[in-house]
């Protein structure tokens, strides 16, 4: 499969999680697409499956677009080899967030490697992308005790899962 794919009627691109974000960038320049990231120069090195384990540093405010997300669609491995697939749909069309078990994760539940993320024209001709009022609270904010009890039975239940598989 090739490393960068792009959909242009969709505006999502398909990319190897190997791949720097300065690799990407530079498959869609061709397009006048780009991923959007703020501050891109202190993230071109980073590979797009540790970028999204961080939860996409420098990617647009999804609370400026809520209806936008920056993680359409991904394959990842499970802890036990199993391929979780997720095909890019409109978020509110797909049922639970799976991508979730990647996403600002550190790679705790998968190992993405491959995403559908959301590419924008490098210009917009004169049209503004739609936002929000200001969100002012902490947007990563510690993991509380409960928290970390969904977590670690969530690990728990996806080990389970593999185990009982033949």
């Known amino acids: 499969m090739t490393q960068v794919q792009l959909d242009l009627a969709s505006l999502l691109v ?3 999680a ?3 974000l300065s690799e990407v960038e530079d498959a869609l320049a061709g397009d006048g697409l780009t991923l959007g990231i703020a501050d891109f120069e202190s993230h071109r ?3 797009v499956g540790l970028w999204l384990a961080q939860g996409g540093p420098g990617s647009a405010d999804p609370w400026l677009d809520p209806a936008d997300h920056l993680l359409a669609g991904l394959d ?3 802890p036990d080899g199993t391929l979780l697939s997720i095909r890019p749909a409109p978020r509110r069309s797909t049922g639970p967030d799976l991508v979730a078990l990647a996403f600002g994760m550190r790679g705790r539940f998968v190992a993405v490697e491959r995403a559908w993320l959301r590419v924008h024209p490098l210009t917009t001709g004169g049209v503004r992308r739609p936002e929000t009022e ?3 609270a902490d947007r990563d904010p510690p993991v509380s005790p409960d ?3 969904l977590f670690s039975a969530i690990g728990e239940e996806l080990g389970r899962l ?3 598989r033949p």
């Open 14 to 16: 398909s990319a190897d």
């Open 18 to 20: 190997s791949l720097t």
């Open 45 to 47: 090195e980073t590979r």
């Open 76 to 78: 990842a491995r499970l």
């Open 134 to 136: 200001p969100f002012h």
């Open 147 to 149: 928290e970390e009890a």
């Open 162 to 164: 593999g185990r009982e």
